[in-house]
């Protein structure tokens, strides 16, 4: 049925999944990822970890890569295939990170966003990330400030919610 969402699993990368995340990243950002930096990060599995997004008979609908450095972890990308996106995808992805980092030992979690990404931003405040300061000319492609946002794992509940009206 149109609009229906379709029924998904968050799993781990394998070594299949590289071209679709490879995919996903063109779809979404104006300055991707190429191959060769993914298969740099994968080089280090204890740090690097990534979980995809499988729905329907799409096997990357989405992804998300972040480090774990010792109690927090840095999310580097997550992304959702357009087609995709506006059904939940994202947050479930993001919990399931979140849920993998608390077993992993992490009790924080931060990431950058572009200052103009509205829509990531309100996310992000759904899910507990406050803005903590901002990192001038971070972007490229077109050049533009990224908000830096932290996220505390307080016993399961989330941080109070930013305001991004800056």
Known sequence: MPGETPEYV???????DLTGILEVEVESFSNPWTREMYEWELRNRAV??????????????????????VDEIHINNVAIRPQ????????????HVFAEARRLGAHRATLEVRASNLEAQRLY???GFAAA?????YY?????????????????????SPDFSH
């Open 125 to 127: 405040a759904r899910l």
């Open 10 to 16: 968050i799993e781990p990368l394998t070594d299949d």
């Open 140 to 160: 490229t492609n077109p050049v533009e400030d990224a908000v830096i946002l932290w996220r505390e794992d307080k016993a399961g509940r989330p941080a109070m």
């Open 48 to 69: 690097c970890h990534i979980y995809v997004v499988r729905a329907g008979d799409c096997r990357v609908a989405g992804f998300c890569a972040f480090w774990l450095v």
């Open 133 to 137: 300061g901002v990192r001038r000319r």
């Open 84 to 95: 995709f996106r506006g059904h939940g995808f994202g947050t479930a992805l993001l919990e």
